[in-house]
């Protein structure tokens, strides 16, 4: 690359909708040297046709670190070494509340970074009637400063060109006199670095713990310094920010005048006074929550029958025209059946992805995560555990990393061990298939759909399980660090419809990419599996039929149908379902049931891919009904009812509602906490609870 470029500016300032407006597709994901923190990288081509890297810094209002996400940024932006430290620095503000936005820029000028200020969102900082002066704000600071909308794609060119252009390093802030704050600490610094920027002195003396590219004898020298000037990190912080906040008042003075502050306050407050009060903020929630579900069923039909219908005629005309014999057997039966177990509910999951995607668009999930803080202090945790809760509704793996963003470890520990309680989108093919066995598809007082209610009480289930388990683990992990929660709500907005659509697109596409390759893998072991059977037992059945099938007068079709079943029981997937079958009895389970436990633990949704393969080859090669059909017409062959009972459903539903079922999400709790106890703690806690919960819901409906 020619040149790197690191973005750097509050939470909520559009920043990601910047980086993804530079970089377009051009984008990867990998970790910050040495350490678990995200690193997103992408590329650009520049106005001159030189290559730009891209690099997306967390989040953060300050230098000063409340997380590991955030201390990344002093530890990228100090060390010349580091792999992302950058050439030129993008800092993105709110041109809407510049005041708060420049306190970071400030203490990013003193570094001697060269650097651009970009004011996003100035489209609607105008309408708003906040006007920026430009030119004076950039005489001022002594850099470039571009005003731009990354969001309607205004300025973007402007920004590339002075990207290409800008060698200025930010005029140092003349008032605020940083060595003053604690001139002997910061000399003896100044001199072991042989640094002669104050401030870089400074923040060494404040976050030198958490700096990886300092030896343990540098550390050590480092905290003798600090020791013997006597030198209190909180208070010199204290004093710094009401100096620059106090230049920053003069400064911006006669560069920001805002005309509309009354009535863009009054119009937010009136609807945050609604959406966010103590009674109708919940129910307004507890709305939109079941309008969610109800549109997840009510839209997804008609593509959903499509989808299946299409696997369904694949399959049928593979079995008429493709050659017999086990290539096709495990083409159609295997990875053709478990495809399309998980194919056909790419509509649910955009719908679902649509819906998150419009929330957070709108501002609206932000104002979810604030209601909820006093419900969550209560129970051990505090309003930044709602942010990995509610992506856990989308994937457990990248919430528990967002649990980084929690600054006390209490709370990120029983957040960590609750989130994967919150049912993720793999559940939901579990969930809607079970459902659509045992809830009949009909409206109740002519309004709520059955299905859809289901749908969201088992949502509710996990939410409410997982606030109960964080209130036990609440008086079991102990620490002395004190909780708070500080949080901006961002204004609302209009969803960018296209940002949503992309959502769905790339969701959709995610899903069925990871899930497909699990249950592309396991649907050829389980075919293999379901067709090969120990020693000489299929031979015997065989023999068994032979004079049946050989009469003329019996039903052909129904006396293969006996051999395709027996056959199953005998192979060894059957044999394996059999041997654990007295373990899941008490649940209501067959050992068809106790297979599809097994193969899910590597992804949840592979429980409907092995339905689809166990229950293929069990019908035949005649037998063309769907994976529905054939679960519906099931019969357990002791007790001759149907197996998928209303208490079968619920009891297996509440079993994926609590069991982790996940390898994924194991590897990624055992990375964050950095051993084996808590992941082991996690798995074996929310296993006894799916057990005990789906027992006594069997026992109690059956």
């Known amino acids: 690359m020619d040149i790197k470029v690191a973005l750097v500016g509050n939470p909520n300032t559009g920043k990601s909708t910047l980086f993804n407006r530079l970089t377009g597709l051009n984008q990867k994901i990998g970790n910050f040297p040495g350490i678990t923190v995200d690193k997103k990288t992408g590329f650009m081509k520049m106005i001159d046709g030189k290559q ?33 430290h950058p050439d030129v620095i993008v800092l993105i503000a709110d041109a809407s509340n510049l005041k708060r936005n420049m306190l970071l820029y400030s203490q990013v000028a003193d570094l001697g970074i060269p650097m651009i200020l970009a004011l996003n969102m100035i489209d609607l900082a105008e309408k708003q009637g906040i006007e920026v002066n430009v030119d004076k704000l950039a005489q001022k600071l002594g850099i470039q400063v571009v005003s731009i909308s990354a969001r309607n794609n205004i300025g973007i060119d402007r920004l590339k060109q002075a990207i290409a252009n800008t060698t200025k390093i930010a005029t140092q802030l003349q008032d605020v006199d940083v060595n003053s704050l604690a001139p002997e ?149 295997g990875v053709i059946a478990g495809l399309g177990g998980i194919f056909v509910f790419i509509p649910q999951i955009a719908i679902l992805f649509a819906f998150i995607s419009i929330l957070e668009d709108t501002g609206y999930m932000a104002r979810v995560t604030f209601m909820m803080d006093k419900i969550m202090s209560k129970v051990g945790l505090n309003g930044k555990s709602v942010v990995p809760m509610i992506g856990s509704l989308a994937c457990a793996v990248p919430s528990i990393m967002a649990a980084r963003n929690i600054e006390n470890w209490k709370d990120r520990m029983i957040t960590i061990m609750v989130t994967p309680l919150i049912s993720c989108s793999a559940r939901l093919p579990v969930y809607i298939l079970i459902i659509s066995l045992i809830i009949p598809s009909e409206n109740l007082f002519g309004i709520f759909n059955m299905q859809g209610l289901a749908l969201m009480v088992m949502y509710l289930v996990g939410i409410v399980a997982a606030v109960l388990v964080a209130w036990v683990m609440k008086f079991i992990i102990k620490t002395k660090e004190r909780s708070y929660f500080i949080m901006e709500l961002p204004i609302y907005r209009m969803p960018r419809w296209k940002n949503v659509f992309y959502t769905m697109y790339e969701k959709s596409k995610t899903f069925i990419i990871e899930a497909g390759k699990v249950i592309i893998a396991i649907s050829i072991i389980l075919w293999v599996m379901a067709t090969f059977g120990p020693g000489d037992r299929f031979e015997n059945i065989d023999k068994k039929y032979a004079s049946a099938l050989a009469d003329t007068t019996r039903n052909t079709a129904h006396i293969e149908t006996l051999i395709a079943t027996e056959k199953l029981e005998n192979s060894y997937v059957g044999i394996l379902g059999h041997w654990i079958e007295p373990a899941i009895r008490p649940l209501g389970y067959d050992w068809k049931i106790g297979i599809g436990l097994i193969t899910s633990f590597a992804a949840r949704e592979a429980f409907v891919g092995t339905m689809a393969t166990i229950y293929s080859v069990d019908g035949g090669d005649e037998d063309t009904s769907t994976i529905r059909e054939r679960m519906e017409a099931s019969v357990n062959s002791k007790t001759g009812l149907p197996v998928y009972t209303f208490a079968t459903g619920i009891s297996l539903m509440l079993f994926y509602a609590f069991a982790m079922q996940c390898m994924s999400t194991v590897a990624i709790v055992y990375r964050e906490t950095k051993g084996w106890k808590w992941p082991i703690i996690q798995l074996s806690y929310m296993t006894a609870m799916a057990y005990v919960a789906a027992l006594i819901a069997y026992q109690l409906l059956k």
């Open 185 to 333: 600490a910061i000399n003896a610094i100044k001199s072991k670095l042989n640094s002669d920027n104050d401030y870089y002195a400074l923040q060494v003396l404040h976050q030198h713990e958490y700096l990886n590219f300092f030896s343990n004898q540098e550390q050590e020298e480092i905290e003798q310094i600090e020791q013997s000037h006597k030198f209190e990190s909180s208070k010199v912080q204290a004093a710094e920010t009401v100096v620059r906040y106090q230049h920053l008042s003069k400064l911006l003075a006669d560069v920001v005048t805002d005309s509309g502050r009354a009535q863009k306050f009054s119009f937010s407050d009136k609807l945050d006074a609604i959406l966010t009060h103590k009674v109708w903020g919940f129910a307004i929630f507890l709305l939109i929550l079941f309008i969610i579900f109800n549109a997840i069923f009510a839209w997804s039909s008609y593509p959903m029958d499509w989808i299946e219908g299409g696997f369904g005629f694949v399959t049928e005309m593979g079995h008429e025209y493709l050659p017999a014999g086990m290539l096709t057997d495990l083409l159609l039966d």
């Open 52 to 84: 730009a890297e891209i690099i997306d810094l967390p989040g953060t209002y300050s230098l000063y670190p409340k997380s590991s996400d955030e201390s990344i940024v002093f530890q990228v932006l100090a060390d010349q070494k580091n792999s992302a």
